[in-house]
């Protein structure tokens, strides 16, 4: 009697596409005999992606050249000549170097790459990973992160205060919140970077009406499947998003209500120093007497802060930022992170003079930084032309609700400034804030991988116990 197929639903296996999907594997005798895109209801029927190469992967055990017990190199490198050795032997030897190198140099002298791209389930729901940031744990090694990722990740934390916003929307967002327009800049997504659900997330907002347009080097996957592309010369794109910045501001149309209640926009900036003007700037009862904030205790052989409570609500108050209230012709003080401009007129445009301070607000202070960012000047350097910068921006406004996907290609080291730029363009817009427009930095996955127990990370799940060391390139 022949045994029945017998249907599994695990992760794909993916190499670092990060997207995660569902993969329904069909298997019979213990053998795999296909895979497939399952197929899933309710609300979860649109998140049910699957790339060819997913399809695919079904082959991989089967693989003739695939290692499937350790080698030992018997020849000269590059020989190609190696013998089988049993596995107590390999871990054995391995161990036995890896103690040696210990002893003779130092734990921190180990090394690992614990960067998780390439691998099944990335970071959090890789065994794989686990187990070597356990190892580095435990044992005091070294390990080293490339400097990729970073760029992205320290733009957002400088710009809108959190790290990981690439991390908060993910490529199903739109698929709910549908946009009028977006523009892809500096990555692949569609068929290539993120074949699955972000691919399927575009094509299928794209069938509804949304215009996309892909702003990159080469004529690749996602150009193809765009509704317009502009090739632009490697390095440029700072320069071309400047223009972009510049023409909301020349032409007027920016969200002023927007740059108002959520940016540092109105906040009046000392044209002295470049500093943002503080309350304890100008209001003498705001500031703070460093003499008496600390007290010798000579039990203690050391300082302590006298009333600390009272002295960190004074340092708060006069940290305020301050703004120039449009109507009633006075300065107005805003919370740091609070911005509550409940009851104020800010002036966006004010360039005053404040208890003898010479002060112009951040946003003038951008337009100015902004002029020289012609469609003209930047069509030198990017390539692009002055028309085609001037009608890029303009439909991105005109079609409002739009979406900027970025990051992909921008992510490596210098990217930063780049795509601060770029970022400007949803500030200035608004379009930051529209719930069907918004900005999304690469897309993270849409899949459903369950995320290990991060104690099985660190030695008896205690944090301070972990020996590892970071290292950088310049170390």
Wanted: aromatic share 8%.
């Amino acid at each position: 009697m022949a045994s029945a197929e017998k249907v599994t639903y695990t992760i794909c296996q993916g190499a670092g596409c990060h997207e995660q999907c569902v993969l329904k594997v069909v298997s019979k005798d213990g053998k795999v005999v296909r895979t497939e895109r399952p197929i899933f209801k309710g609300s979860k029927k649109d998140l049910a992606s699957l790339c060819q190469k997913g399809i695919c992967a079904g082959k991989l055990n089967y693989v003739p050249e695939r290692l499937l017990y350790p080698l030992k190199r018997v020849g000269k490198r590059g020989e190609g000549k190696f013998e089988r050795i049993p596995w107590d032997q390999a871990l054995e030897e391995i161990g036995q170097k890896l103690r040696d190198i210990r002893a003779k140099y130092g734990d921190a002298s180990l090394v690992v790459n614990a960067f998780p791209c390439g691998l099944p389930l990335n970071m959090h729901g890789s065994l794989t990973m686990a187990l070597c940031y356990r190892f580095m744990n435990l044992s005091g090694a070294s390990f080293w992160q490339p400097p990729l990722d970073m760029e992205g990740f320290q733009s957002n934390l400088v710009d809108f205060g959190n790290m990981n916003l690439a991390m908060q929307m993910n490529s199903s967002y739109w698929s709910r919140h549908r946009p009028n327009y977006v523009l892809i800049w500096g990555g692949n997504p569609i068929g290539w970077a993120r074949a699955a659900h972000t691919s399927k997330m575009f094509m299928d907002i794209q069938e509804q009406g949304t215009k996309l347009v892909d702003i990159g080097l080469i004529f690749d996957s996602t150009a193809a499947k765009c509704d317009e592309f502009i090739n632009i010369n490697p390095g440029t794109d700072a320069a071309l998003a400047l223009a972009m910045a510049n023409i909301i501001i020349q032409d007027k149309r920016y969200d002023i209500d927007f740059l108002n209640t959520y940016t540092v926009a109105p906040f009046l900036v000392r044209v002295d120093n470049g500093m943002f003007l503080r309350k304890r700037d100008i209001v003498a009862e705001a500031a703070v007497d460093e003499r008496h904030e600390r007290v010798w205790d000579s039990s203690s052989n050391g300082f302590y802060l006298k009333d600390a409570t009272a002295i960190a609500a004074t340092t708060a108050e006069g940290n305020k930022y301050v703004a120039w209230d449009a109507q009633a012709q006075e300065p107005v003080f805003i919370a740091a992170r609070d911005n509550d401009m409940e009851g104020k007129t800010p002036d966006i445009h004010a360039e005053v003079v404040v208890e003898g301070i010479a002060c112009k607000t951040a946003f003038i202070m951008l337009k100015e930084s902004l002029a020289g960012w012609t469609p003209e000047k930047q069509a030198e350097t990017t390539g692009v032309s002055a028309e085609t910068c001037r009608q890029i921006i303009n439909d991105y406004l005109d079609n409002s609700p739009s979406g900027l996907f970025t990051y992909w290609g921008l992510r490596y080291v210098n990217a930063g400034q780049t795509l601060r730029a770029i970022n400007l363009l949803a500030i200035l817009s608004g379009n930051l804030g529209q719930k069907n427009g918004r900005l999304i930095n690469c897309g993270d996955t849409t899949g459903y991988t369950v995320p290990l127990d991060g104690e099985i990370f660190l030695p008896d799940g205690d944090i301070s116990k972990v020996k590892s060391h970071l290292i950088h390139l310049t170390d």
